[in-house]
Protein backbone atom coordinates (compact mmCIF):
# COMPACT_ATOMS: atom_id res chain seq x y z
CA UNK A 1 0.00 0.00 0.00
CA UNK A 2 1.41 3.24 -1.34
CA UNK A 3 2.59 5.58 2.09
CA UNK A 4 -0.17 8.38 1.89
CA UNK A 5 -2.69 5.77 1.52
CA UNK A 6 -4.63 5.33 5.05
CA UNK A 7 -6.77 2.82 4.01
CA UNK A 8 -7.85 0.85 1.25
CA UNK A 9 -11.44 0.58 0.11
CA UNK A 10 -11.76 -0.94 -2.61
CA UNK A 11 -9.41 -3.25 -3.53
CA UNK A 12 -7.97 -4.48 -6.94
CA UNK A 13 -9.98 -8.27 -6.43
CA UNK A 14 -13.01 -6.39 -5.36
CA UNK A 15 -12.51 -3.80 -9.01
CA UNK A 16 -12.13 -6.82 -11.45
CA UNK A 17 -15.58 -8.43 -9.91
CA UNK A 18 -17.73 -5.14 -10.18
CA UNK A 19 -16.52 -4.76 -13.85
CA UNK A 20 -17.76 -8.04 -14.35
CA UNK A 21 -20.92 -8.19 -13.03
CA UNK A 22 -21.45 -4.48 -14.55
CA UNK A 23 -20.04 -5.35 -17.49
CA UNK A 24 -22.97 -8.99 -17.64
CA UNK A 25 -25.40 -6.24 -16.55
CA UNK A 26 -24.94 -3.48 -19.49
CA UNK A 27 -24.62 -6.37 -22.18
CA UNK A 28 -27.96 -7.70 -21.06
CA UNK A 29 -29.55 -3.96 -20.75
CA UNK A 30 -27.99 -2.78 -24.39
CA UNK A 31 -28.46 -6.02 -26.17
CA UNK A 32 -30.67 -4.26 -28.88
CA UNK A 33 -29.58 -1.26 -29.02
CA UNK A 34 -27.14 1.32 -30.66
CA UNK A 35 -24.64 1.95 -27.34
CA UNK A 36 -21.99 5.15 -27.63
CA UNK A 37 -20.06 4.90 -24.01
CA UNK A 38 -19.13 8.43 -23.23
CA UNK A 39 -16.10 8.63 -20.55
CA UNK A 40 -15.76 11.37 -18.78
CA UNK A 41 -11.67 12.00 -18.56
CA UNK A 42 -9.65 12.02 -16.73
CA UNK A 43 -11.23 10.16 -13.99
CA UNK A 44 -12.89 7.41 -16.24
CA UNK A 45 -9.62 6.26 -17.57
CA UNK A 46 -8.39 2.97 -16.05
CA UNK A 47 -12.81 2.22 -15.11
CA UNK A 48 -13.39 2.52 -18.75
CA UNK A 49 -10.75 0.41 -20.03
CA UNK A 50 -11.44 -2.77 -17.71
CA UNK A 51 -15.23 -1.86 -17.67
CA UNK A 52 -15.62 -1.87 -21.48
CA UNK A 53 -13.65 -4.99 -21.95
CA UNK A 54 -16.22 -7.24 -19.89
CA UNK A 55 -18.78 -5.67 -22.19
CA UNK A 56 -20.05 -8.55 -25.06
CA UNK A 57 -21.40 -5.78 -27.41
CA UNK A 58 -20.62 -3.93 -30.72
CA UNK A 59 -20.22 -0.15 -29.65
CA UNK A 60 -17.95 3.13 -29.85
CA UNK A 61 -16.23 4.68 -27.29
CA UNK A 62 -15.90 8.51 -27.10
CA UNK A 63 -14.71 11.11 -24.29
CA UNK A 64 -15.11 14.23 -22.94
CA UNK A 65 -12.78 15.86 -20.73
CA UNK A 66 -14.43 17.56 -17.76
CA UNK A 67 -13.27 19.21 -14.89
CA UNK A 68 -14.69 20.90 -11.46
CA UNK A 69 -12.26 19.97 -8.79
CA UNK A 70 -9.33 21.72 -10.62
CA UNK A 71 -7.01 19.23 -8.28
CA UNK A 72 -8.46 20.22 -4.74
CA UNK A 73 -10.74 18.16 -2.96
CA UNK A 74 -14.09 20.10 -2.61
CA UNK A 75 -16.18 20.68 -6.05
CA UNK A 76 -15.64 23.99 -7.41
CA UNK A 77 -19.09 23.88 -8.66
CA UNK A 78 -18.55 25.04 -12.12
CA UNK A 79 -18.30 22.54 -14.73
CA UNK A 80 -15.88 23.21 -17.19
CA UNK A 81 -15.56 21.31 -20.89
CA UNK A 82 -11.80 21.15 -21.02
CA UNK A 83 -12.48 18.80 -24.59
CA UNK A 84 -15.51 17.99 -26.34
CA UNK A 85 -16.60 14.91 -27.60
CA UNK A 86 -15.52 14.85 -31.83
CA UNK A 87 -19.02 12.95 -32.99
CA UNK A 88 -22.83 13.58 -32.81
CA UNK A 89 -24.90 11.91 -29.87
CA UNK A 90 -28.14 13.10 -31.32
CA UNK A 91 -30.19 9.37 -31.35
CA UNK A 92 -27.93 7.39 -29.80
CA UNK A 93 -28.00 5.47 -26.01
CA UNK A 94 -25.51 7.54 -24.32
CA UNK A 95 -23.89 5.54 -21.48
CA UNK A 96 -21.74 8.02 -19.42
CA UNK A 97 -19.13 6.07 -17.67
CA UNK A 98 -17.42 7.71 -14.74
CA UNK A 99 -15.56 7.15 -11.48
CA UNK A 100 -17.47 8.51 -9.13
CA UNK A 101 -20.44 10.29 -8.26
CA UNK A 102 -20.02 12.92 -5.08
CA UNK A 103 -22.20 16.37 -5.25
CA UNK A 104 -23.65 15.35 -8.87
CA UNK A 105 -22.84 18.46 -10.29
CA UNK A 106 -20.77 16.75 -12.97
CA UNK A 107 -23.23 14.32 -13.84
CA UNK A 108 -26.03 16.46 -14.01
CA UNK A 109 -24.32 18.91 -16.43
CA UNK A 110 -23.08 16.65 -18.03
CA UNK A 111 -26.75 15.05 -18.73
CA UNK A 112 -28.73 18.23 -19.37
CA UNK A 113 -26.14 18.96 -22.40
CA UNK A 114 -26.53 15.63 -23.97
CA UNK A 115 -30.51 15.94 -23.99
CA UNK A 116 -30.18 18.78 -25.12
CA UNK A 117 -27.82 17.73 -27.90
CA UNK A 118 -31.02 14.97 -28.69
CA UNK A 119 -29.69 11.65 -27.46
CA UNK A 120 -32.16 9.04 -27.63
CA UNK A 121 -31.16 7.72 -24.29
CA UNK A 122 -28.65 8.95 -21.38
CA UNK A 123 -27.57 6.68 -18.55
CA UNK A 124 -24.67 6.67 -16.50
CA UNK A 125 -22.46 3.72 -14.86
CA UNK A 126 -20.07 4.49 -11.85
CA UNK A 127 -17.78 2.91 -10.06
CA UNK A 128 -18.68 4.52 -6.94
CA UNK A 129 -20.97 6.63 -5.60
CA UNK A 130 -20.69 8.75 -2.65
CA UNK A 131 -24.47 9.66 -1.83
CA UNK A 132 -23.54 11.62 1.37
CA UNK A 133 -21.94 14.12 -0.79
CA UNK A 134 -24.81 15.19 -2.63
CA UNK A 135 -25.39 18.89 -3.63
CA UNK A 136 -27.87 18.41 -6.49
CA UNK A 137 -30.81 14.98 -6.71
CA UNK A 138 -29.33 12.36 -8.67
CA UNK A 139 -29.58 8.61 -8.38
CA UNK A 140 -26.88 6.84 -10.94
CA UNK A 141 -28.38 3.57 -12.66
CA UNK A 142 -25.25 1.20 -12.48
CA UNK A 143 -23.43 1.62 -9.73
CA UNK A 144 -20.33 -0.46 -8.56
CA UNK A 145 -19.92 0.25 -4.93
CA UNK A 146 -21.56 2.96 -2.40
CA UNK A 147 -18.76 4.44 -0.25
CA UNK A 148 -19.01 6.92 2.69
CA UNK A 149 -17.92 10.80 2.74
CA UNK A 150 -13.83 9.93 2.09
CA UNK A 151 -11.39 12.08 0.05
CA UNK A 152 -10.54 8.96 -2.13
CA UNK A 153 -7.59 8.49 -5.03
CA UNK A 154 -6.59 5.97 -6.96
CA UNK A 155 -7.70 3.74 -9.89
CA UNK A 156 -8.24 7.40 -11.96
CA UNK A 157 -9.28 9.41 -9.39
CA UNK A 158 -6.55 12.00 -8.76
CA UNK A 159 -5.51 14.53 -5.34
CA UNK A 160 -3.59 17.59 -7.84
CA UNK A 161 -3.28 14.90 -10.36
CA UNK A 162 -1.46 12.19 -8.28
CA UNK A 163 -2.81 8.81 -7.32
CA UNK A 164 -4.46 8.18 -10.39
CA UNK A 165 -2.06 5.60 -11.40
CA UNK A 166 -3.20 3.07 -8.10
CA UNK A 167 -4.67 -0.25 -9.13
CA UNK A 168 -7.13 0.36 -5.94
CA UNK A 169 -8.98 2.98 -4.26
CA UNK A 170 -8.19 4.34 -0.93
CA UNK A 171 -8.50 7.30 1.35
CA UNK A 172 -5.87 9.22 1.28
CA UNK A 173 -3.92 10.56 4.64
CA UNK A 174 -5.18 13.52 5.87
CA UNK A 175 -2.17 15.04 6.13
CA UNK A 176 -1.61 15.19 2.41
CA UNK A 177 -4.00 17.45 1.93
CA UNK A 178 -4.02 19.47 5.08
CA UNK A 179 0.13 20.53 4.55
CA UNK A 180 -0.16 23.35 2.41
C1 LIG B 1 -14.08 14.21 -10.48
C2 LIG B 1 -14.57 12.81 -10.81
C3 LIG B 1 -15.95 13.06 -11.39
C4 LIG B 1 -16.45 14.25 -10.62
C5 LIG B 1 -17.38 13.81 -9.52
O1 LIG B 1 -13.55 14.82 -11.64
O2 LIG B 1 -13.74 12.21 -11.77
O3 LIG B 1 -15.87 13.40 -12.75
O4 LIG B 1 -15.26 14.88 -10.05
O5 LIG B 1 -17.67 14.84 -8.61
P1 LIG B 1 -19.06 15.60 -8.52
O6 LIG B 1 -20.15 14.57 -8.47
O7 LIG B 1 -18.95 16.36 -7.21
O8 LIG B 1 -19.20 16.51 -9.70
P2 LIG B 1 -12.58 16.08 -11.59
O9 LIG B 1 -13.35 17.36 -11.69
O10 LIG B 1 -11.68 15.96 -10.41
O11 LIG B 1 -11.74 15.96 -12.94
P3 LIG B 1 -10.80 14.70 -13.33
O12 LIG B 1 -11.72 13.57 -13.70
O13 LIG B 1 -10.01 15.18 -14.49
O14 LIG B 1 -9.96 14.40 -12.12
MN1 LIG C 1 -13.80 13.41 -13.48
MG1 LIG D 1 -10.10 15.12 -10.25
Not at 2 to 11: G, R
Not at 43 to 72: N, T, W
Amino acid sequence: MHNDIAQILVSEQEIKEICVKLGKQLTKDYQNKNPLLVGLLKGCMPFMADLSRQIDLKFEMAYMSVSSYHGGIASSGDVKIKMDLDISIKGRDVLIVEDIVDTANTIVTIIELFKHRGAASVKMVTLLDKPDGRLREYQPEYVGREIPKAFVVGYGLDYNELYRNLPYVGVLKPEIYNQK
